[in-house]
């Protein structure tokens, strides 16, 4: 029995905390050789166009704009980043006096809470996970219609409660499947879903179904089987398919049936 799914709607704020954090780190230490420059301008320009404060804003800015991306090739980016950084900044504490301050210390911590929190905590989750990014995922628009669901030897009576190009929401309208058997489902498998659809061609609608194989990626806790209910993910749909889905969903904004989910 699968359980449900965890995702997030937004893109979560502490994404944009922390890239901001690394968008002003430059400017943090630009600050900090103000003062230990003795706020000399000139001095403070030749530092600003040195090869050390341009590694480290492009340190800074790149890990910033890879966090904001939210994709796995831009946790492993920020990770590989935050240890040279470290061992730049390790490096520079040692042998320049100019960046030997509490400020310097605190920007070296952290980058390195920053690589304990993305390894060990559940800020990686969405970097990880494009399941969870629900954020990038397409609209759901709520409008209920009947169908069935088929799954290995079993045959559901479903309705469904949202559909996007993406997939579906459904609901099991038995508590048991066709031949009395409990729920079989997991997580993952592969089902193939019939649902019924309307079609209008100058001015005259009228009923179509359409089946599709779809890969259930959210189901009803165990508990909840008097009530129980499953995302759908569409998998390897015909691009005939994926027209008549995207035109049934315009034709019911068009009818005012439906609304965006988010």
């Given at each position: ?192 879903v019939e649902i019924n659809t309307v079609e209008e061609s ?55 049936l439906t609304e965006a989910l988010r």
């Amino acid at each position: 029995m699968g359980t449900q799914r965890k995702g997030y709607q937004k893109k979560p704020k502490y994404i944009y905390w922390l890239s901001l954090l690394y968008f002003v780190i430059p400017f943090v230490s630009l600050y900090q050789l103000y003062l230990n420059v003795d706020q000399s301008i000139p001095l403070l320009k030749k530092i600003f166009f040195s090869q050390f404060f341009l590694l480290e804003s492009f340190l800074s800015f790149s890990a910033g704009l890879a966090v904001l991306l939210v994709n796995k090739l831009g946790f492993l980016y920020v990770l590989a980043l935050s240890f040279y950084a470290m061992s730049l900044k390790i490096y520079h504490l040692q042998t320049a006096y100019l960046f030997e301050s509490p400020i310097d210390f605190i920007v070296a911590l952290f980058w390195f809470v920053t690589t304990i929190l993305l390894l060990f905590t559940a800020i990686r989750i969405p970097f990880l996970n494009p399941n969870q990014r629900w954020w990038q995922q397409p609209p759901r628009y709520a409008h209920q219609m009947k169908g069935y669901l088929r799954y290995q030897n079993y045959l559901f009576a479903v309705t469904t409660l949202n559909i996007s190009l993406g997939g579906l929401f459904v609901k099991i309208d038995e508590s048991k499947s066709s031949n009395g058997d409990p729920y079989p489902f997991s997580l993952g498998k592969i089902t193939n879903v019939e649902i019924n659809t309307v079609e209008e061609s100058k001015g005259i609608f009228s009923k179509r179904k359409i089946t599709a194989p779809a890969k259930i990626v959210w189901c009803s806790k165990k508990e909840n089987a008097g009530q129980y209910g499953m995302g759908l993910q569409f998998v390897e749909c015909s691009n005939d398919f994926k027209a008549r889905i995207k035109k049934y969903i315009e034709l019911l904004k068009s009818l005012r049936l439906t609304e965006a989910l988010r």
